[in-house]
């Protein structure tokens, strides 16, 4: 799920606790030798009722942070070398990115051929794979229109402002 869910354990303990409170999950503490309890939740009947509510609910749509993209919108600002830079290695990054997905998938279907999930997490994978497919060509499509953008010489007494868009 880190590839598309990132939550840090300040977080989850917090809300694992809550939902134990509200009788939405268990937990039970196994003793591990050498290391600390390791602590297990568990969804109640309720909980898994709210689960279901929850997941009939419509998707929100939330708007991205991409630093990427702030950057160019200000591209005009910096070196085109620059700004072709990080655009070529974001799409190194989408290269790496296909790489693990691929990964990711063979071992799900090694180790889970049988889980009635598995079918679910690779419709995850496939989506990532999808967005990093498009983001590599936007990159490409950006990556020509920058090395354009350098061949074209400078316009006389250029003057640096920031568009608002």
Same mark, same amino acid.
């Given at each position: 799920?880190?590839?598309?869910?990132?939550?840090?354990?300040?977080?989850?303990?917090?809300?694992?606790?809550?939902?134990?409170?509200?009788?939405?999950?268990?937990?039970?503490?196994?003793?591990? +030798?050498?290391?600390?309890?390791? +602590?297990?939740?568990?969804?109640?009947?309720?909980?898994?009722?709210?689960?279901?509510?929850?997941?009939?609910?419509?998707?929100?749509?939330?708007?991205?942070?991409?630093?990427?993209?702030?950057?160019?919108?200000?591209?005009?600002?910096?070196?085109?070398?620059?700004?072709?830079?990080?655009?070529?290695?974001?799409?190194?990054?989408?290269?790496?990115?296909?790489?693990?997905?691929?990964?990711?998938?063979?071992?799900?279907?090694?180790?889970?051929?049988?889980?009635?999930?598995?079918?679910?997490?690779?419709?995850?994978?496939?989506?990532?794979?999808?967005?990093?497919?498009?983001?590599?060509?936007?990159?490409?499509?950006?990556?020509?229109?920058?090395?354009?953008?350098?061949?074209?010489?400078?316009?006389?007494?250029?003057?640096?402002?920031?568009?608002?868009?």
């Amino acid at each position: 799920m880190s590839n598309f869910w990132n939550e840090s354990y300040g977080q989850i303990y917090p809300i694992l606790r809550t939902l134990v409170a509200e009788g939405l999950a268990t937990v039970t503490v196994e003793a591990q +030798h050498g290391k600390p309890d390791r +602590h297990i939740y568990a969804l109640t009947e309720a909980g898994l009722t709210e689960l279901r509510h929850w997941l009939s609910k419509p998707v929100e749509y939330e708007v991205g942070r991409n630093e990427l993209l702030l950057k160019l919108f200000c591209g005009r600002q910096a070196p085109i070398p620059d700004n072709l830079r990080n655009v070529g290695a974001f799409r190194a990054l989408q290269e790496q990115l296909l790489a693990n997905y691929a990964t990711i998938a063979q071992s799900l279907q090694e180790t889970h051929r049988d889980n009635p999930g598995l079918p679910y997490w690779l419709m995850t994978i496939r989506y990532g794979q999808h967005i990093s497919h498009a983001i590599i060509a936007w990159c490409d499509e950006t990556l020509a229109a920058l090395a354009d953008l350098d061949r074209m010489p400078a316009p006389m007494g250029a003057t640096a402002s920031i568009d608002r868009e």
